[in-house]
């Protein structure tokens, strides 16, 4: 979010209209190694709101399992 010039979770959730919490637990680094699931809402609110992709928000890495 700094390559936005955005500095602070109040920041994203004023122009997104998500709450604070919800950004801060997004923005953890662990948050998706916990198994935890992102709304499909949530992807469309980030994505409108800073006018990106979803490739922007995600990568995909596949497992090492041979």
């Known amino acids: 979010?700094?390559?936005?010039?955005?500095?602070?979770n109040r920041e994203i959730a004023t122009l997104t209209g998500m709450s604070e919490r919800?950004?801060?637990?997004?923005?953890?680094?662990?948050?998706f190694e916990e198994d935890k699931r992102?709304?499909?809402g949530t992807i469309e609110k980030l994505c409108n709101t800073f006018n990106i992709q979803?490739?922007?928000?995600?990568?995909?890495?596949?497992?090492d399992e041979s």
């Open 1 to 8: 979010m700094a390559k936005l010039g955005l500095r602070t």
């Open 22 to 31: 919800a950004i801060g637990i997004l923005m953890r680094p662990t948050y």
């Open 38 to 40: 992102i709304y499909f």
């Open 54 to 63: 979803v490739t922007d928000i995600f990568e995909y890495v596949p497992d």
